[in-house]
């Protein structure tokens, strides 16, 4: 019974194209984040959701768009990709949004643009 | 530069070696974690650090606040310790979490 699930796993796509990432988790938690991983495998927060609230929002192009629906629920739509956004997205989440709470990662999301 | 820096990046040991990992941080912080990122990808949690020290199993991890470091230590290491290993950071007055580059840590049987 997965905790923090993704969808797609895998997504190539062409450069322009418009895709969507999504979300879910069952822990019953508060706040939800999205984090991309770069080729160096660096991680950088991207954007934090608290009870549906944006509450960081990195600096990030706006063709980046989160979107959540409810609690359980955050999604990453992305405009108009280009070769740079080609990383490993990750979502997680955590009961609470402070920096001490715990964080769950999901399985991550491989985005490749050709 | 970085706020959290980690040493080393990349370290190989021989199975049942103890290991040690460094995570020094340049700002205030209000909490510190440690981070497994498995070879498949997938990240676990492994500690969240105030002060002091937390042990788990094989693993141990400490903060030194004033020193602004801390450590991840793997006692009888084993080649399914084999991950990278990430340290970040909370920084004072920001609920958002940095990252330091992690090391990549090689058990060998």
């Known amino acids: 019974d997965t905790a923090v699930s993704q969808t797609p796993k895998y997504l190539v796509t062409q450069m322009g194209n418009d895709k969507s990432i999504k979300c879910e988790q069952n822990l019953g938690h508060d706040t939800m984040y999205w984090y991309k991983q770069d080729s160096k495998k660096f991680l950088k927060i991207m954007f934090s959701y608290n009870n549906k609230e944006l509450i960081i929002n990195e600096t990030v192009p706006n063709r980046f768009s989160p979107k959540s629906p409810d609690k359980a629920h955050l999604n990453l739509h992305i405009n108009s990709l280009e070769l740079g956004d080609s990383a490993v997205y990750f979502c997680?989440?955590?009961?609470?949004?402070?920096?001490?709470?715990?964080?769950?990662f999901g399985p991550g999301t491989r985005l490749t643009v050709l | 530069k970085n706020e959290v820096e980690q040493s080393p990046q990349n370290l190989t040991a021989q199975e049942g070696e103890f290991i040690t990992i460094n995570c020094s941080y340049s700002v205030g912080i209000s909490a510190l974690h440690w981070l497994q990122q498995h070879p498949g990808g997938g990240i676990v949690s492994l500690f969240m650090?105030?002060?002091g020290k937390k042990k788990h199993g094989r693993l141990i991890a400490t903060i030194n606040i004033q020193e602004k470091h801390s450590s991840l230590h793997i006692t009888a290491s084993h080649p399914r310790d084999s991950a990278v290993y990430i340290c970040?950071?909370?920084?004072?007055?920001?609920?958002?979490?940095?990252f330091g580059k992690g090391t990549k840590l090689t058990v060998n049987p």
């Open positions: 650090l105030s002060s």
């Open positions: 970040a950071v909370g920084l004072g007055g920001s609920e958002k979490l940095v």
């Open positions: 997680a989440s955590s009961q609470g949004y402070l920096s001490t709470d715990t964080q769950y």
